[in-house]
């Protein structure tokens, strides 16, 4: 009898340990949804001023050529994405295509 209660014990902590381990992907879709929803950072914003930062990156003087949004570090949106979150502007999206002055290739 202990044996199996020793068996179902190693078994429960495994499913643990694995739902502590999953645990940190458990919001991704969410997240990415709500990114999708958020407003998207306007020309006006004082941050958005401060950093230098465009829609477009094509048209951003000083951007790294290739540097957008969907390749930096800060961007929070969904692979794929046309718009997500940044870490730079809170409670509001930016465009994958867009760039500022902080961006940070994404490892
Ligand atoms: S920090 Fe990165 S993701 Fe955020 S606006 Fe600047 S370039 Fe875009």
């Known amino acids: 009898m202990k044996q199996v209660t020793d068996e179902a014990r ?7 340990a694995l739902g502590v ?7 991704l879709p969410l997240r990415a949804a709500i ?7 306007s020309a006006d914003d ?10 477009d ?6 951007a790294k050529p ?12 969904a692979a794929g994405s ?4 940044c870490v730079l502007f ?3 999206a930016v465009q994958a295509t867009g760039w500022c002055s902080s961006w940070t290739a994404r490892t």
């Not at 990114?35 to 950072?41: E, G, N, S, T």
């Not at 046309?82 to 979150?85: E, K, L, N, R, S």
């Open 46 to 55: 004082p941050t958005a001023k401060a950093l230098k930062y465009v829609s």
């Open 35 to 41: 990114a999708a929803d958020l407003p998207l950072v």
């Open 82 to 85: 046309a718009q997500g979150g």
């Open 10 to 16: 190693r078994r429960l902590l495994r499913s643990a």
């Open 21 to 27: 381990a999953l645990l940190p992907f458990a919001g």
């Open 66 to 77: 290739g540097s957008k949004c969907a390749n930096c570090s800060n961007y929070q949106g």
């Open 90 to 92: 809170p409670g509001k």
């Open 57 to 62: 990156a094509s048209k951003a003087s000083g």
